[in-house]
T-cell receptor, first 116, second 112 residues
Framework: DADVTQTPRNRITKTGKRIMLECSQT?????MYWYRQDPGLGLRLIYY???????NKGEISDGYSVSRQAQAKFSLSLESAIPNQTALYFC???????????????FGEGSRLTVL | AQSVTQLDSQVPVFEEAPVELRCNYS??????LFWYVQYPNQGLQLLLK??????LVKGINGFEAEFNKSQTSFHLRKPSVHISDTAEYFC??????????FGQGTRLTINP
């Protein structure tokens, strides 16, 4: 089983619908992240959380919200989806004792979202 | 602010040929540098990293990269590529307390 699991892996939805992408991890890491990948733009940070009570905006947080339900769970919500949120979304984790300093991340397999 | 530029969006090469994927970064302080690989329909996985010490870093699957501080570069190389190396490669940099920043990605295509 994957250490970082994302659900759903693929989702097609319509403009205006609420969407939630979920991420769970078994690595025991305290830090979790949501990234968005678009062709030619690389990965851009949406939100990150250093522990259950710590939530921070990334560079492109507008239109998104997150919830850290437990150390192992971090969900991303689109309250009212729009077509330019069509992208591949990745959850990632890191460990503050080592990766927190160096930046090394561990990724899920991605959730492909299409907004029509 | 730190930034990363991958100079080639696509690199096509023939099987068993050498390859170099270029990465330049900008940062005013010391950095940690990474190359991640994304195989088709998969997430990203770490290929190699430079934290300190030797400027030549060896990673998985025969890849290596060299940290060049004067050129602010961290180019990825492999002397002989295989079809299975077809993937997208991302360079990333972290400095100080700032978050990891990714380059735009380079799509490596291996032709038989």
């Amino acid at each position: 089983d994957a250490d970082v699991t994302q659900t759903p892996r693929n989702r097609i939805t319509k403009t205006g619908k609420r969407i939630m992408l979920e991420c769970s991890q078994t690595k025991g890491h305290d830090r979790m992240y949501w990234y968005r990948q678009d062709p030619g733009l690389g990965l851009r940070l949406i939100y990150y959380s250093f522990d259950v009570k710590d939530i921070n905006k990334g560079e492109i947080s507008d239109g998104y919200s997150v919830s850290r339900q437990a150390q192992a769970k971090f969900s991303l919500s689109l309250e009212s989806a729009i077509p330019n949120q069509t992208a591949l979304y990745f959850c990632a984790t890191s460990d503050s004792t080592s990766g927190g300093k160096t930046g090394e991340l561990f990724f899920g397999e991605g959730s492909r979202l299409t907004v029509l | 602010a730190q930034s990363v530029t991958q100079l080639d969006s696509q690199v096509p090469v023939f099987e068993e040929a050498p390859v170099e994927l270029r990465c330049n970064y900008s940062s005013s302080v010391s950095v940690y540098l990474f190359w991640y690989v994304q195989y088709p329909n998969q997430g990203l996985q770490l290929l190699l990293k430079y934290l300190s010490g030797s400027t030549l870093v060896k990673g998985i699957n025969g890849f290596e990269a060299e940290f060049n501080k004067s050129q602010t570069s961290f180019h990825l190389r492999k002397p002989s590529v295989h079809i299975s190396d077809t993937a997208e490669y991302f360079c990333a940099v972290k400095s100080g307390a700032q978050k990891l920043v990714f380059g735009q990605g380079t799509r490596l295509t291996i032709n038989p």
